[in-house]
Structures are given as structure tokens and as C-alpha cells.
């Protein structure tokens, strides 16, 4: 097999090695294969990769929570991962990379205590509406039923127009890839600490960004519904959207 794919690989680089002779700027597919994913030795992971790479293996997205609601360290330590600071010296950087380090992103958290934005700087959630929103935010959502059963769901949002001071119509582009970075952050981190969570980004703009009181500007872009995982999946669990 693995001799195959070599020879598969040799004949594709002559090949490409004739077209180059032949002066044509044609790209040519060499197909090379990775060593394999094992721990050997020349390759050995370090004990923090060790710990990414069953990370990444144990993520899946979760849609059946059991209703205890997260501790505020373990919350805030996945609210960290996914925006906090980083790096104090100079401009403060973040765990997720931004754009011309301008941070056009927002993230709120919606519990059964109300609903509250991270400050990075911080580190400390400003609450702004009182009560138990969840079930408003699951009828946002599409009445998904793991918006409204997650006893923590993070929204991130955002203001492209920190991002476009720079970078123009480029902006929102960016804006979208770094929601994906910090999406994945806080997925990994909520796997760290032992919790399930999954991406949604089928929902009502509008009725979300009225539901979290956003300001002119900034908009919804992802909910990340964070718990538990209930011992046997729900009927709602699955592959899903
Ligand atoms: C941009 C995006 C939007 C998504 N929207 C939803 C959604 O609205 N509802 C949902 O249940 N899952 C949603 N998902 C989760 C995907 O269904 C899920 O990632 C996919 O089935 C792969 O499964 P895995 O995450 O377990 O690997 C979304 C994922 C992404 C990346």
C-alpha cells in the first residue's frame, strides 16, 4: 500500500519534472503520504500534544445535557480559552488569534442566572439581564431543544467595524474566520473539563440580538450550547444540521 502510494508519488513528480522541461507552468498532484498517526519515536508528541491529540479525538458535538449548571471556574476557564487574555506585555493578546490584534468579537453567556458578557481584561463576567432566558434563546434558535436544556450557552458576536477600520471589506471575512478559532477554543476547552458542547448557527438574528440586548453594530455569528452530556443521548442527539 504504502509502496503503491511512493510510486504513485515518483510518477507523478517525473511527470511533473516533464512538464516543467516542457516549459508549461502546469500544477501536477504529487501525493506524498504523512507518516502515520502513532507515537514513534523520531516523532514522539510531547505530553501537551498528547493531551490536544485526545482532545481533538474526544470532540463531538453534544446535544443531550443534564441539567446542572457549570461551577463559575469551570465556566470561566472555557470563556478564557475561548476569548481571555493571554499575554499582558504591550497590546494584550488573546488565546485565539484576531486580526490586526483589533478583537472585533463579543462573547455573552446565557444561564439560568441571566445573561452576561466576558471581559477579557478583566476576566469577569458583566451581568446584564436578569432571569432565565433559555428557553427565549431556544426559540431563537430554531426551537432547537439543546439551546434551551444547556445549562450555559455561549453567543459570540460581533463588531466588524473594529475590523474594517483596517481591513476595509476584507473584514468581515476575518471576522468570520476568527469566530471559528475561538469557536473551537471553547470546544475544546469544555471537552478539557470534561463537559459536551456543538456549534449552532441556525437561528433568528434579529430575535437573538434583541434577546441579548446587542447595541447597533454587533451581531450574532454562533451559539455554542455548553453541559454535561446526559448519560443516554435524548432523542434530539444526533448527527443533527
Ligand atoms: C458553522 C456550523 C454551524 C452548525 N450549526 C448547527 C446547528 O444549528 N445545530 C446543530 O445541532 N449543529 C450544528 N452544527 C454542528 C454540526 O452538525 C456538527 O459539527 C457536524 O455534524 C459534525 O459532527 P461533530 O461536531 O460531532 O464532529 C454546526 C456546525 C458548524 C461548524
Redesign the pocket.
Known amino acids: 500500500m504504502i509502496a503503491a502510494l511512493a510510486l504513485g508519488a515518483l510518477v507523478a513528480v517525473l511527470a511533473a519534472g516533464a512538464a516543467t522541461a516542457g516549459g508549461s507552468a502546469e500544477l501536477v498532484e504529487v501525493v506524498e503520504p504523512l507518516p502515520p498517526l502513532d507515537r514513534s519515536p523520531e516523532g514522539a508528541v510531547e505530553p501537551a500534544g498528547a493531551a490536544l491529540d485526545a482532545l481533538l479525538r474526544a470532540?463531538?458535538?453534544?446535544?443531550a445535557f443534564a441539567p446542572d449548571s457549570l461551577d463559575a471556574a469551570t465556566l470561566g476557564w472555557i470563556l478564557w480559552a475561548a476569548g481571555g487574555i493571554t499575554e499582558q506585555a504591550g497590546f494584550a493578546r488573546r488565546a485565539a488569534p484576531s486580526a490586526g490584534a483589533l478583537y472585533p468579537l463579543e462573547i455573552d453567556v446565557v444561564t439560568a442566572r441571566g445573561i452576561a458578557r466576558y471581559d477579557p481584561r478583566g476576566h469577569a463576567l458583566r451581568w446584564r439581564r436578569a432571569g432565565d432566558q433559555r428557553a427565549q434563546l431556544g426559540a431563537a434558535?430554531?426551537r432547537?431543544p439543546?439551546v434551551s436544556a444547556a445549562p450555559a450557552t455561549l453567543v459570540i458576536g460581533a463588531v466588524p467595524q473594529r475590523t474594517r477600520i483596517k481591513y476595509g471589506e476584507r473584514a468581515d471575512r476575518y471576522v468570520w474566520i476568527e469566530a471559528?478559532c475561538v469557536?473551537q477554543n471553547a470546544?475544546l476547552a469544555a471537552v478539557a473539563r470534561g463537559l459536551g458542547a456543538?456549534?449552532?448557527?441556525?437561528?433568528d438574528d434579529a430575535a437573538v440580538a434583541g434577546l441579548l440586548g446587542y447595541a447597533e453594530g454587533l451581531h450574532p455569528l454562533?451559539?455554542i450550547p455548553i453541559g454535561r452530556q446526559a448519560a443516554a443521548p435524548g432523542p434530539s442527539a444526533g448527527?443533527?444540521?
Open positions: 470532540r463531538r458535538s453534544v446535544r434558535a430554531l432547537q439543546w471559528g469557536a470546544l456543538v456549534v449552532v448557527g441556525a437561528f454562533l451559539l448527527p443533527g444540521r
